[in-house]
T-cell receptor
Framework: AQSVTQLDSQVPVFEEAPVELRCNYS??????LFWYVQYPNQGLQLLLK??????LVKGINGFEAEFNKSQTSFHLRKPSVHISDTAEYFC?????????????FGGGTRVLVKP | NAGVTQTPKFQVLKTGQSMTLQCAQDMNHEYMSWYRQDPGMGLRLIHY???????DQGEVPNGYNVSRSTTEDFPLRLLSAAPSQTSVYFC??????????????FGPGTRLTVL
């Protein structure tokens, strides 16, 4: 079984400040890792994903994440946030051995960007 | 392309009523899934399908039925609604179900309240 823990349920941040959202996972097998964003009253949209290769992954809207296998983490960062980044962010994993594209999600981190 | 569409957007049911949440995609995706989103719990997989005529249970399947008679449609049926099924329901699809997993595309969601 696999699980995902997002360590912060809410992160308030001022506009143009950096933000880091923490994600840790547990799995007995290798995993693929994802970050999704959900803007208010919308569905989820993929920000970025780690499948293999470079552990630093760049996504849309200036976000990036770093896969750390030894610490089983996949933290999301943005050097300077905008008001439009106010949203809920979800970390998710898919196991190498899972059938299909079954994703296990973390509980989400709500980011509130203040002017 | 309309992408992934869901109807209705909102629904209120009384305990014991049944209903079907509709999901359709026009991207010819093989893989489709249903998730429910509850505060602090992220998204949890209810049922999924790897192609027409093939469905399987996810993490929280009890109280829900699915079928996949066509590639495009993947309805979710609540047999006898209970207050514990009050949630936001998301349908998702992706192009394939092998490895590495393809990006899942999410619909806008159905907000269901069971009184």
């Amino acid at each position: 079984a696999q699980s995902v823990t997002q360590l912060d349920s809410q992160v308030p941040v001022f506009e143009e400040a950096p933000v880091e959202l923490r994600c840790n996972y547990s799995s007995s097998v290798s995993v693929y890792l994802f970050w999704y964003v959900q803007y208010p009253n919308q569905g989820l949209q993929l920000l970025l994903k780690y499948l293999s290769g470079s552990t630093l992954v760049k996504g849309i809207n200036g976000f990036e994440a770093e896969f750390n296998k030894s610490q089983t983490s996949f933290h999301l960062r943005k050097p300077s946030v905008h008001i439009s980044d106010t949203a809920e962010y979800f970390c998710a994993v898919a196991s190498f051995k899972a059938a299909g594209n079954k994703l296990t999600f973390g509980g989400g981190t709500r980011v509130l960007v203040k002017p | 392309n309309a992408g992934v569409t869901q109807t209705p957007k909102f629904q209120v049911l009384k305990t014991g009523q049944s209903m079907t949440l509709q999901c359709a995609q026009d991207m010819n995706h093989e893989y489709m899934s249903w998730y429910r989103q509850d505060p602090g719990m992220g998204l949890r997989l209810i049922h999924y399908s790897v192609g027409a005529g093939i469905t399987d249970q996810g993490e929280v399947p009890n109280g829900y039925n699915v079928s996949r008679s066509t590639t495009e449609d993947f309805p979710l049926r609540l047999l006898s609604a209970a207050p514990s099924q009050t949630s936001v329901y998301f349908c998702a699809s992706s192009a394939r179900q092998d490895f590495p997993p393809d990006t899942q595309y999410f619909g806008p969601g159905t907000r269901l309240t069971v009184l």
